[in-house]
């Protein structure tokens, strides 16, 4: 090794502890202490701060787990593509014995849905033209057992029509005003000025409210966007991008035969049902997945096993 790559590796370390600070007093002195073995996830390097000596190891998604990192984004990647957690349940039997209780896997679906979409909710998008916008509506029992009431709720997401990535997606309580702003102004706020055409069915609710978010050009005297609308009652359908994103939601969706439970689950279920969509499957119309297109940056970024790396990346530990 040279002085200079001594100096270079030299200092890359000292940028690893760059975002590490101590949880007790926010210290930013930080130093490696040894390891901590642990029995599911092997030797995990253990820091210390310099200023109060307390100790503590990074999370990377997975503190506390009782499950290699592995065995869950395994779980999670076959969840995805359409294998209920019971079938899940009859694989972990035969190949990892130990936890292998679909409740887990639910659990894992969950948490890790939630943590992945915190990072790419906020991602900044390279869009084309045109962005598709519309609902599926679903039925939700209120509770896992019959009888007990059904909630109607609505999947509202929007996708580019060039890219093919879902710029949007929410599982909403409704279809009010409220709720298409704000989707709307999130649509903006992750494409900038890229979009020319917002394209919606006929639900009256859009009509000023794609105007309103995307704005008025005064020096041009027009708005800054055109507001397509598909009229499903005269036979005119979207035919394109959002129908087949719609038929594939449907179609995985169907395998657990609608939400039972919370809200807050669906939600979490619907996000991650999102992020297999854009970041992990190929897309066949277009023979990529519709990240590399949208966020080039992270093209060849994720690896082979992109459920586990786009965790790490949403704890912020990927270099
Ligand atoms: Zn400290």
């Known amino acids: 090794m040279t002085r200079e790559d001594q100096f270079k590796s030299k200092s890359k370390n000292k940028n690893k502890y760059k975002n590490l600070s101590c949880p007790n007093c926010k210290s930013e002195q930080i130093i ?11 030797r995990i390097q253990r820091y210390s701060c310099d200023d109060c000596d307390y100790r503590f190891v990074k999370d990377d998604g997975f503190y506390r787990m009782r499950n290699s990192p592995q065995k869950i984004t395994l779980c999670l990647d076959l969840f ?6 019971r079938k899940i349940q009859e694989h972990l039997q035969a190949f990892y014995p130990k936890n292998a209780s679909w409740v887990s896997v639910y659990y894992w679906v969950i948490r890790y849905s939630k943590i992945i979409s915190k990072f790419t909710d906020n991602l900044k998008l390279k869009v084309g033209k045109e962005v598709q916008v519309d609902e599926i509506e679903y039925h939700r029992r ?9 909630d109607k709720n609505w999947f509202i997401d929007s996708i580019d029509t060039t890219t093919r990535f879902i710029v949007t997606s929410g599982y909403e309580k409704s279809r009010e005003r409220e ?3 704000r989707i709307l102004k999130n649509i903006k706020n992750k494409t900038e000025n890229q979009v020319k055409i917002i394209t ?31 009229n499903a009652s005269q036979g005119e359908g979207f035919n394109h991008p959002i129908e087949r994103l719609h038929n594939s939601v449907r179609h995985r969706t169907k395998t657990f035969r609608g939400f039972h439970g919370s809200v807050e689950s669906a939600k979490a279920i619907m996000k991650g049902i999102e992020i297999y969509y854009n970041f992990i499957t190929k897309h066949q119309a277009i023979n990529y997945c519709p990240y590399e297109l949208a966020i080039p940056q992270l093209k060849g970024k994720l690896g082979n096993n992109k459920w586990l790396n786009l965790i790490r990346l949403a704890k912020r530990i990927l270099d």
């Open 32 to 42: 490696k202490r040894g390891f901590r073995l642990t029995q599911n996830r092997g």
């Open 80 to 85: 995805f593509r359409g294998i209920s957690t």
């Open 142 to 150: 209120k509770h896992p057992r019959k009888g007990l009431g059904i």
């Open 179 to 181: 709720n298409l702003k």
């Open 200 to 230: 919606t069915d006929g639900l009256t609710a859009y009509t000023n409210i794609v105007k309103k978010t995307f704005g008025y050009n005064n020096k041009e005297r027009k708005y800054t966007i055109k507001h397509k609308v598909v």
